[in-house]
């Protein structure tokens, strides 16, 4: 069973960083592409970045030059550094994978960036 966990969203002031980590298991990681999505009440999910298995990677108009996807292919992991924050990017943050045809998602993490 393929399981993610998101961790890493806090709350930071404007201009400010963070980085994100999604634990990925009961899949074999590197070869599938995996993505960031974030969600704010009442509003759709939205990708936010994605990386392939060859390290290729896109990013949502909103976030390129601030945010960063990567992965590690050794410990099975994703993560997203966030720079130069905005309050525009206060949302819930989801790891996503599509395994065997079939979407699977983690608990998602907060990350808020007061105005």
């Known amino acids: 069973q393929v399981r993610l966990v998101e961790s890493g969203g806090d709350l930071v002031q404007p201009g400010g960083s963070l980085r994100l980590s999604c634990a990925a298991s009961g899949m074999n990681f590197r070869l599938f592409p995996m993505d960031w999505y974030r969600q704010t009440p009442g509003e759709q999910r939205d990708l936010v970045a994605r990386i392939i298995s060859n390290g290729t990677t896109n990013y949502a108009d909103s976030v390129k030059g601030r945010f960063t996807i990567s992965r590690d292919n050794v410990w099975n992991k994703l993560f997203l550094q966030m720079n130069s924050l905005k309050p525009e990017d206060t949302a819930r943050y989801f790891c996503?994978?599509?395994?065997?045809?079939?979407?699977?998602w983690g608990p998602g993490t907060q990350v808020t960036v007061p105005s």
């Open positions: 996503h994978t599509k395994y065997r045809g079939m979407d699977f």
